[in-house]
């Protein structure tokens, strides 16, 4: 029997962002993933603001900036003009346009840089867990022994249903079927007689058709076929378009499902295996992103015993809060996009056209929003800002001091020296008006001084890194 302290299944954006998390930490990883190879097609070509300010607090956000296409908006469905990004609570103020399966690569190879095992052609079917640990059984026979397993094998997760998680929400209404193709429409909507429409999406040598199905499929299972596609984007448009030579071919709805918690007992799930949603604002490999990062140091600390009591428990608080936002306004973004000269929808398409509401909506639709808890300092429970900084003479930012996935007390008062158990404590300056901030490994604020008072630190030591002595005040 194999064995390592984390199983991994599905690697996919969530599993592999955890595995890379795991393994900084130097967690013993392994990843199984069903497919021999990475698909040959590409998901998705999104990365939002928020993903991008994530993976920058790892030192992985520039590289991919360089590779990729950068829009200043984020997108929405549902409204006539974009969500500007400008002025928006984010490092990033654009969209990244670069697929999917380039993101797939690079966190592949930072996964594996750091030592996490990725086992391509394995596919886990059951397993069993116990009070120390979970046994899997894979199609091939082999069994892998592991402390804790996360199901990151998407929306018809089998660790999800071999846990017994729920997964409540509402059923597709609608279809809607995917066809990456070469043909002669013109990029953008082109309508039919009857006013519905062929949505064609540019890619790299070849566009993106998607077209709703007139009626749902009686099997969603059913294999998508060209002359499928044909059919109705004809029967749509009223005439003949020929589409050839088929990359991928698929099929999606919009049904909305959330499961009924992230944890059970030493099963986590994170992405789509955690929830499902429309397609409404490019989301999808977003929030993964984010699932992932929320419980890469959670779940570390935990493995290495190094975890405050009840540290591994806030995964579910937080990211299910988060999924229910998420569900929320992508199933929003269709209902507006369906409701339209009805006098609500058009209220909030004048809320979108005034730069306030936009650059609102635009946060709340990435994820930019993102608050893990409240209080006085408007930083606290957010990301903090990646704000220029000077350390030991040199200067740096922010987001650099995160890069080794530990939490961080950054000192920019001088009252507080040294180091501690459990977290570094950096001396920096900066124009901020601010006298010192706990940031967790995920870079949220755990705590935040505006001088040199301390009142708070200790009790935010012993929730977020452990039971730790304070770092005594100059």
Not at 197 to 220: A, H, L, M, N, Q
Not at 429 to 444: E, F, K, Q, T, Y
Request: aromatic share 4%; charged share 20%; net charge negative.
């Amino acid at each position: 029997m194999l064995e390592t302290d984390v199983l991994i299944a599905g690697a996919g954006p969530a599993g592999l962002l955890l595995a890379a998390e795991l393994a900084l930490a130097g967690v013993r990883t392994t990843i199984v993933e069903r497919h021999p190879e990475r698909p040959p097609y590409c998901r998705g070509f999104n990365l939002n603001s928020r993903a991008l300010d994530l993976l920058a607090r790892r030192g992985l956000a520039d590289g991919l900036v360089a590779e990729g296409h950068r829009v200043p908006h984020a997108p929405v469905t549902g409204l006539p003009g974009p969500l500007l990004l400008d002025g928006a609570a984010t490092d990033h103020p654009f969209s990244l346009g670069i697929p999917q399966t380039r993101v797939e690569e690079v966190l592949e190879a930072r996964a594996l840089e750091l030592g996490a095992e990725i086992r391509r052609g394995h596919e886990l079917l059951s397993f069993t867990q116990d009070d120390s640990g979970v046994t899997a059984s894979l199609h091939n026979g082999l069994s892998i022994r592991a402390r804790y397993l996360a199901g990151c094998d998407g929306g018809r997760s089998t660790v999800r249903k071999q846990a017994g998680i729920g997964f409540p929400g509402v059923s597709a209404r609608w279809f809607a079927l995917l066809a990456d193709v070469e043909c002669e429409l013109p990029y953008g909507p082109s309508a039919g007689p009857d006013g519905r429409t062929v949505f064609v999406i540019p890619r790299p040598g070849y566009v993106r058709i998607v077209v709703r199905e007139d009626e749902p499929p009686s099997d969603k299972d059913t294999p998508v076929t060209l002359d499928l596609v044909q059919a109705q984007v004809d029967a749509v448009l009223g005439r003949h378009v020929p589409l050839r030579a088929p990359r991928w071919l698929s099929r999606f709805g919009d049904a909305a499902r959330l499961a009924s918690s992230y944890r059970s007992g030493r099963v986590l799930l994170a992405g789509d295996a955690a929830h499902i949603h429309p397609p409404a604002g490019a989301i999808g490999v977003n929030v993964a992103l984010d699932d992932a990062f929320n419980l890469g140091w959670k779940l570390a600390a935990t493995v290495r015993g190094t975890a405050p009591s009840g540290l591994l428990d806030t995964y579910h608080a937080e990211r299910h809060a988060a999924g229910e936002r998420i569900l929320a306004n992508t199933r929003a973004q269709v209902a507006v996009e369906e409701a339209g000269d009805e006098p609500w929808a058009d209220l909030l398409r004048r809320v979108a056209a005034h730069p306030a509401g936009n650059r609102a909506l635009a946060e709340i639709i990435t994820g930019l929003d993102a608050r893990y808890e409240t209080g006085e300092h408007p930083w606290l429970g957010r990301l903090a800002p990646d704000v220029p900084l000077t350390v030991s003479g040199q200067p740096t930012h922010l987001a650099a001091l995160l890069h080794s996935g530990r939490p961080v007390l950054v000192d920019l008062a001088g009252a507080f020296g040294g180091r501690s158990a459990g977290v570094e404590v950096v001396a920096a300056s900066s124009g901020l008006d601010i006298g010192a901030v706990l940031l967790r490994p995920d870079g949220h604020v755990a705590w935040v001084t505006e001088g040199t008072d301390d009142a708070g630190l200790a009790e935010a030591l012993r929730r977020w890194v452990g039971d730790v002595p304070v770092p005594a005040s100059a």
